[in-house]
């Protein structure tokens, strides 16, 4: 159980830098700097998963480890293609939302 809850508590603090990245895109004023930190720590945290041998995203489940990496890509996207990330991050985010069980209103709002 208290591996279950670290895992969640990782796959919502995931969550959450999703949330502060797209908010990053639509602020008044863009910085990048502040994308950078929001979007590391949303890469760094997702790259735990793979060492949880039970976990819903872990090494027994590979496929949606990789799907997650691939929409979680290797940089924030800038310009070009910016509104397909955006999308992205949000099928990220319905994906951790699905595989740990969070409620839509708790993922919208973290």
């Not at 949330?19 to 720590?41: C, I, P, V």
């Not at 990496?69 to 319905?94: H, S």
Request: proline share 4%.
């Amino acid at each position: 159980m208290v591996v279950d809850n670290y895992e969640k508590s990782l796959a919502a603090t995931v969550v959450h830098y999703i949330n502060d990245s797209l908010a990053d895109y639509d602020a008044e004023e863009f910085s990048l700097t502040t994308l950078a930190k929001h979007w590391g720590e949303m890469k760094g945290y997702s790259l735990c998963f793979q060492f949880s041998p039970e976990g819903p995203l872990g090494p027994n489940n590979t496929a949606d480890f990789a799907t997650l990496q691939t929409l979680l890509g290797t940089a924030p996207v800038l310009g070009d293609g910016e509104e397909d990330y955006k999308n992205d991050l949000l099928e990220a985010r319905t994906l951790l939302q699905d595989a740990y069980g969070f409620a839509a209103e708790d993922v919208e709002n973290w």
